[in-house]
T-cell receptor
Framework: EPEVTQTPSHQVTQMGQEVILRCVPI?????FYWYRQILGQKVEFLVS????????KSEIFDDQFSVERPDGSNFTLKIRSTKLEDSAMYFC?????????????FGNGTRLTVT | DQQVKQNSPSLSVQEGRISILNCDYT??????FLWYKKYPAEGPTFLIS?????DKNEDGRFTVFLNKSAKHLSLHIVPSQPGDSAVYFC?????????FGQGTTLQVKP
């Protein structure tokens, strides 16, 4: 069964550094998402992306965050200047349609540790 | 954000018995609900969904019930198997983004 793949599985970075988290969505999917889960908290929405532009973003997704689909397969999340509170599991997801009858398929996540 | 709540952090059941996981929501505009299962070191895996125009959806051992008047949904797993042991998240679709509950850890004992 096709799956969403994320790299790296674990990223350690120093505060203030830039990180790029990478995702390869399922090939025929058109909608892409980033979610994150801070340890002990809920999985929370960051951003959705369709047709090479952001569809919706949460309050968390401030100017430090950006997303890009640089080619036909990769979908990246960049954090420009990481903070301690950015430490979390970051999940990429994709779906065929935007809503209903098209559940999100998640990758296994990247654990980001900011020191 | 307390729009979706799973009030039981954990549940333990015997293999072969029924597992019932509960979820409450506050926003009556939600019209699509999903259940995800998550194993350690993996991402959430889609299990089953239900549209607000239905009150029940069944897929094999998994059945989701929706009570719109009570703003409550539940996931029934029967019979439960040890491999079902995982964290279960309910989620509501809010204009294309998912709002997740806190999760319930299910342990199925052999």
């Amino acid at each position: 069964e096709p799956e969403v793949t994320q790299t790296p599985s674990h990223q350690v970075t120093q505060m203030g550094q830039e990180v790029i988290l990478r995702c390869v969505p399922i090939s025929n999917h058109l909608y892409f998402y980033w979610y994150r889960q801070i340890l002990g908290q809920k999985v929370e929405f960051l951003v959705s992306f369709y047709n090479n532009e952001i569809s919706e973003k949460s309050e968390i997704f401030d100017d430090q965050f950006s997303v890009e689909r640089p080619d036909g397969s990769n979908f990246t999340l960049k954090i420009r200047s990481t903070k301690l509170e950015d430490s979390a599991m970051y999940f990429c997801a994709s779906s065929v349609q935007a809503r209903h009858n098209s559940p999100l398929h998640f990758g296994n996540g990247t654990r980001l540790t900011v020191t | 954000d307390q729009q979706v709540k799973q009030n039981s952090p954990s549940l333990s059941v015997q293999e072969g018995r029924i597992s019932i996981l509960n979820c409450d929501y506050t926003n009556s505009m939600f019209d699509y609900f999903l259940w995800y299962k998550k194993y350690p070191a993996e991402g959430p895996t889609f299990l089953i969904s239900i549209s607000s125009i239905k009150d029940k959806n069944e897929d094999g051992r998994f059945t989701v019930f929706l009570n719109k008047s009570a703003k409550h949904l539940s996931l029934h797993i029967v019979p439960s198997q040890p491999g079902d042991s995982a964290v279960y998240f309910c989620a509501a679709d809010n204009t294309g983004k998912l709002i997740f509950g806190q999760g319930t850890t299910l342990q199925v004992k052999p």
